[in-house]
């Protein structure tokens, strides 16, 4: 069975400057655009049974749930799940089910292979190195065997250089943070090499394959998709 709703603590970073942002996605993207990218390349069925990691507004999650059976949004932030609440119920969304919770905690209220597919988009980079690899494991204990698992927009090490205009710019930032006392390395959160996630999920054997972005999608010339086969002994 699942339990809803007031389980454990904040998930990101208490830094006001990443609330504000998820806040604001709303007014800044064409969420219909990037969940049909999703949609695409996920292939969700309409008898899928779907998580969303870090749910936010649930501005994307509106669109995703319209491809599957029932979609089950997470969100550590009390402001964005009260946001999600209204949408939900301004729209009729009868297949969504939110959950305030820390998404480190999402294998204990959720049980082992229960999810057709899940996927957490914007968000992954606003975790550690060692609590994204936590999270990768704990998708992979509550989605089935053979079932998928998508992180999308993902800032990509290796193209860094694509967003900013000089060294210069991206070091002003780390030694603000880092004055600050404040957790990433840049407002982004963390630049991730591609191979990172390529390595943790062959040390675990899964099947995981780098996607660019659609070139019309805002972030497409400095981010990466991943979409990864859930193949459990």
Not at 40 to 51: G, M, R
Not at 205 to 227: C, E, G, K, M
Request: hydrophobic share 35%; net charge positive.
């Amino acid at each position: 069975m699942v339990h809803d709703a007031w389980i454990g603590k904040w998930a990101f970073p208490s830094d006001d400057s990443l609330l504000e942002q998820s806040g604001r996605r709303g007014e800044q993207y064409n969420f219909e655009k990037i969940a049909a990218d999703i949609i695409d390349k996920v292939q969700f069925e309409k008898d899928d049974s779907v998580l969303d990691v870090c749910c936010g507004n649930a501005g994307l999650t509106r669109y995703i749930a319209r491809a599957c059976k029932e979609i089950h949004g997470v969100d550590h932030s009390e402001l964005l799940m009260d946001a999600a609440r209204k949408l939900e119920l301004k729209e009729n969304i009868y297949n969504l089910r939110l959950h305030f919770s820390d998404v480190m905690l999402i294998d204990k209220f959720f049980p082992e292979n229960f999810f057709d597919k899940s996927y957490c988009y914007f968000s992954f980079q606003y975790f550690t190195k060692s609590k994204r690899e936590k999270i990768l494991e704990k998708l992979s204990r509550v989605t089935k065997n053979k079932g998928w698992i998508f992180i999308g927009d993902v800032p990509d090490k290796t193209r860094m250089w694509n967003y900013y205009e000089s060294p210069a710019k991206f070091y002003r930032e780390k030694l603000f943070r880092f004055l600050r006392g404040k957790k990433g390395e840049c407002f982004l959160g963390w630049w991730i090499n591609p191979k990172e996630i390529l390595g943790w999920c062959e040390k675990n054997n899964l099947n995981a394959s780098i996607i660019p972005q659609d070139a019309t999608l805002p972030h497409a010339y400095y981010r990466f998709d991943v979409l990864i086969r859930n193949s459990k002994k």
